[in-house]
T-cell receptor, first 110, second 111 residues
Framework: GDSVTQMEGPVTLSEEAFLTINCTYT??????LFWYVQYPGEGLQLLLK?????DKGSNKGFEATYRKETTSFHLEKGSVQVSDSAVYFC?????????FGKGTSLLVTP | GAVVSQHPSWVICKSGTSVKIECRSL??????MFWYRQFPKQSLMLMAT?????????EQGVEKDKFLINHASLTLSTLTVTSAHPEDSSFYIC???????FGPGTRLLVL
């Protein structure tokens, strides 16, 4: 079945460092891909998405490109802030409910 | 974007009682809603798919008699945790198709 694998955390970075969180997927069709962010004690917020190959989703300085050839959707940000500390979930939707990765915890220190 | 609300946001109950959680789509109609559960420091796991006007579809390992789902209208789905036990304590989150937006979640603590 469809699945998502994302890098294990926690990831600890200094403020203004470059962030990459890897995400790869397995799907039989052509899924839509998503990144969600969850701040402590809160629900999920959609961060960005891409619906077809080579699409780039972007929001709040975060970017991810839908790479069909490598079945990847890595999340990147050029300069992280303390306020970016959260758990990030990669997910795919192949026409049904969302299928989530295990989440990657990010801690950004001043 | 599309808004999904949940109520209540927090609930504490005694073991053996039943708890109802509501999920509403505020600015669109949703024939299908999804219920997820998230244990601490874990990912979201799909529990069931709620279909307006028909029976819900449950994922393997989810007890349909324990987690009752009612999708009586195009904007409301309810999840009732019957005879709750401490192991049911979790964060319950809904989403509504075709939106990929989620409700804010309901944190359930069973004492």
């Amino acid at each position: 079945g469809d699945s998502v694998t994302q890098m294990e955390g926690p990831v600890t970075l200094s403020e203004e460092a470059f962030l990459t969180i890897n995400c790869t997927y397995t799907a039989t069709g052509y899924p839509s891909l998503f990144w969600y962010v969850q701040y402590p004690g809160e629900g999920l917020q959609l961060l960005l998405k891409a619906t077809k190959a080579d699409d780039k989703g972007s929001n709040k300085g975060f970017e991810a490109t839908y790479r069909k050839e490598t079945t990847s959707f890595h999340l990147e940000k050029g300069s992280v802030q303390v306020s970016d500390s959260a758990v990030y979930f990669c997910a795919l939707n192949s026409g049904y409910a969302l299928n989530f990765g295990k989440g990657t915890s990010l801690l950004v220190t001043p | 974007g599309a808004v999904v609300s949940q109520h209540p946001s927090w609930v504490i109950c005694k073991s053996g009682t039943s708890v109802k959680i509501e999920c509403r789509s505020l600015d669109f109609q949703a024939t299908t809603m999804f219920w997820y559960r998230q244990f601490p420091k874990q990912s979201l796991m799909l529990m069931a798919t709620s279909n307006e006007g028909s029976k819900a579809t449950y994922e393997q390992g989810v007890e349909k008699d324990k987690f009752l789902i009612n999708h009586a209208s195009l904007t409301l789905s309810t999840l009732t945790v019957t005879s709750a036990h401490p192991e049911d304590s979790s964060f319950y989150i809904c989403s509504a198709a075709p939106s990929q937006y989620f409700g804010p979640g309901t944190r359930l603590l069973v004492l």
